[in-house]
């Protein structure tokens, strides 16, 4: 399958802080993107749909302020938590499908924790 | 509000059995179905997909589906040990989106 590289695998960061976590696809071209959220012991939720050089769309009862996503080519996507908290705390995995291709191959995660 | 439901198990089977899988989905657009693979702290591998109604096998892994149903499952023959994972359900949606079931625990006992 395709490969989709996401860094980093962990952090860990001071209430108020900003993180950033990078997506990028390895061997093809990813039109689009996805960020999901992972807490312990439940399903992946879609927080956005990131499209190449356009704004991301975000799912219901996700704050797009705070979740900030760029997409600035083919092969990268960048999820900036901002002013994280500790709830903000989760496992964040991004996937990625090639253009006409429904399979989404998925990052490695990243899990964060917030103090 | 797009639903999947999975039985979150645990499903324990011993090795070398049949491990079966069921999924039911709420959203009638919904046009593929993934099966996903999540070991504990690690992020989900595709196993298996299906578009069509019917039955769809790739060497351990059959998947099963009906639209009319709207039910589709998974099973594992010859479970092993490195089986054991939680298995995600995901149809699609608006497209590409997935909708991600809340996943059944498999637990493979040599």
């Known amino acids: 399958g395709a490969v989709v590289s996401q860094h980093p695998s962990w952090v860990i960061c001071k209430s108020g802080t900003s993180v950033k976590i990078e997506c990028r696809s390895l061997?093809?071209?990813?039109?689009?993107m996805f960020w999901y959220r992972q807490f312990p012991k439940q399903s992946l939720m879609l927080m956005a749909t990131?499209?190449?050089?356009?704004?991301?769309?975000?799912e219901q009862g996700v704050e797009k302020d705070k979740f900030l996503i760029n997409h600035a080519s083919l092969t990268l996507s960048t999820l900036t938590v901002t002013s994280a908290h500790p709830e903000d705390s989760s496992f964040y995995i991004c996937?990625?499908?090639?253009?006409?291709?429904?399979?989404?191959?998925f990052g490695s995660g990243t899990q964060l924790s917030v103090l | 509000q797009k639903e999947v439901e999975q039985n979150s198990g645990p499903l324990s089977v011993p090795e070398g059995a049949i491990a079966s899988l069921n999924c039911t989905y709420s959203d009638r657009g919904s046009q593929s179905f993934f099966w996903y693979r999540q070991y504990s702290g690690k992020s989900p591998e595709l196993i298996m997909f299906i578009y069509s109604n019917g039955d769809k096998e790739d060497g351990r892994f059959t998947a099963q589906l009906n639209k009319a149903s709207q039910y589709v499952s998974l099973l594992i023959r010859d479970s092993q040990p490195s089986d054991s994972a939680t298995y995600l359900c995901a149809p699609t949606y608006a497209g590409n989106k997935l909708t991600f079931g809340g996943g059944t625990r498999v637990l493979v006992k040599p």
């Open positions: 996937s990625a499908a090639g253009q006409g291709d429904e399979k989404l191959f």
């Open positions: 990131s499209n190449e050089g356009s704004k991301a769309t975000y």
């Open positions: 061997d093809f071209q990813a039109t689009t």
